[in-house]
Each structure stands twice: as structure tokens, then as C-alpha cells.
């Protein structure tokens, strides 16, 4: 399976720490996404970073790529208690199909 | 404004009964997706669709059906066969691929199965 798989599975955190978040994935991809999924929600998508960069910010995110280790992390800085959520990463495997990983259920604590 | 639409949110299933989940977009997104998510467990492709009346079985597609008569429907038939169907099920669409890998997914906010 190419299917990702994010560590930590859980994290708790203060508000207004960071928090980091990281994935692996198992073969050769052409990008990799970060979804959010709030409880007994549908995902979004937050951020997709290509093969070819190996880093890429969106606000308070920020995701790395290492192809070479087939590995990305997501960083979100100063986090809120908003933030609460689970995250998880997307990897294609064939045209228009993605892997989903098991995730990592986020909480910040106000 | 544009999304996706899945109902109903919940939806009960007795023994021996097909049940239907609706999944509707005014995206205009050629592609259409159907998961299922397990507690503790990722989601999981059931089917996909990247044009009208042509769709692909994913990693777990024994005991489900589709159909795609229309762009901005894909509706997933929990058949009978599907022996432990509880779960929460996600529908979610995107424009095929560009030159350069996927598009983004875009999600409904789901509908949790359970049998009576």
C-alpha cells in the first residue's frame, strides 16, 4: 500500500506553541497535500506541496518535502484553540487516485 | 456558493436492505470520489469517477455500486453483500489532473451509516 502514515497519532499542545506534525509515504509521488478534518467533518485542504519543492508556506503553515527520505512535515505555528482538529496527508498513486494516512488528532489547549 | 452536498447526514440500514447515499456538486469538477472512514483508520477509496458514465473500483469496492449519469452526481449504493457497513462515508470531487499531478479534493461533509 502506498498509503501514508502521520506521527504522531495524537498531540496536545498550549495555545500559542507550535506544532508539528509529520508523514511518510512509501513510493514515488508527484505531490503530497495536507487535509484538516474537523470532528464529523468533511476534510479540507489546506496545502500541496509538488515533487520538486521542499518547502512551502501558507499562513501559519508551513510544509517541508524530502523526497529522498519520502517524508513531509506540517508546522503550524502559534497555534489556536481552533486549530483542534485532525490532520492527515495525500499522496497520488495514479491518476486522479489518492492514499489517505491515518492522521494525527490534534488539540490545543486554551 | 459552490460545494459539495452529501445526504442524508445520518442514515440507518436494516439487515438484507440497500441503502443509497447521495453525493452532489455544482464545482463543475470532472472527478468524483467516494470513501469510507473508520475510527482510528485513514479514509479508504471505494470507487472514483473521472468522467460521466465511466467510473473505477478503489481499494474497497465489494458490496458497493455507483453510478455517474450526470457531472454533478455520484451516488454510492450500500448493497446487502456489504457485510459490516458501518462507518462514515465521504464524498469529495476535483478537477482532473494538469500537466502537473492532482488537483486538490474537495469534501462533503459526510454520512455516518449505521445498522439497525
Known amino acids: 500500500s502506498q498509503q501514508g502514515e502521520e506521527d504522531p497519532q495524537a498531540l496536545s499542545i498550549q495555545e500559542g506553541e507550535n506544532a508539528t506534525m509529520n508523514c511518510s509515504y512509501k513510493t514515488s509521488i508527484n505531490n503530497l497535500q495536507w487535509y484538516r478534518q474537523n470532528s464529523g467533518r468533511g476534510l479540507v485542504h489546506l496545502i500541496l506541496?509538488?515533487?520538486?519543492?521542499r518547502e512551502k508556506h501558507s499562513g501559519r503553515l508551513r510544509v517541508t518535502l524530502d523526497t529522498s527520505k519520502k517524508s513531509s512535515s506540517l508546522l503550524i505555528t502559534a497555534s489556536r484553540a481552533a486549530d483542534t482538529a485532525s490532520y492527515f496527508c495525500?499522496?497520488?498513486?495514479?491518476?486522479?487516485?489518492?492514499?489517505f494516512g491515518t492522521g494525527t488528532s490534534l488539540t490545543v489547549i486554551p | 456558493d459552490g460545494g459539495i452536498t452529501q445526504s442524508p447526514k445520518y442514515l440507518f440500514r436494516k439487515e438484507g436492505q440497500n441503502v443509497t447515499l447521495s453525493c452532489e456538486q455544482n464545482?463543475?469538477?470532472?472527478?468524483m470520489y467516494w470513501y469510507r472512514q473508520d475510527p482510528g483508520q485513514g479514509l479508504r477509496l471505494i470507487y472514483y469517477s473521472q468522467i460521466v458514465n465511466d467510473f473505477q473500483k478503489g481499494d474497497i469496492a465489494e458490496g458497493y455500486s455507483v453510478s455517474r449519469e450526470k457531472k454533478e452526481s455520484f451516488p454510492l449504493t450500500v448493497t446487502s453483500a456489504q457485510k459490516n457497513p458501518t462507518a462514515f462515508y465521504l464524498c469529495?470531487?476535483?478537477?482532473?489532473?494538469?500537466?502537473?499531478?492532482?488537483?486538490?479534493?474537495?469534501f462533503g461533509d459526510g454520512t455516518r451509516l449505521s445498522i439497525l
Open positions: 506541496i509538488r515533487s520538486n519543492e
Open positions: 469529495a470531487s476535483s478537477r482532473n489532473l494538469d500537466w502537473l499531478g492532482n488537483q486538490p479534493q474537495h
Open positions: 464545482l463543475n469538477h470532472d472527478a
Open positions: 495525500a499522496t497520488e498513486s495514479a491518476r486522479n487516485q489518492f492514499y
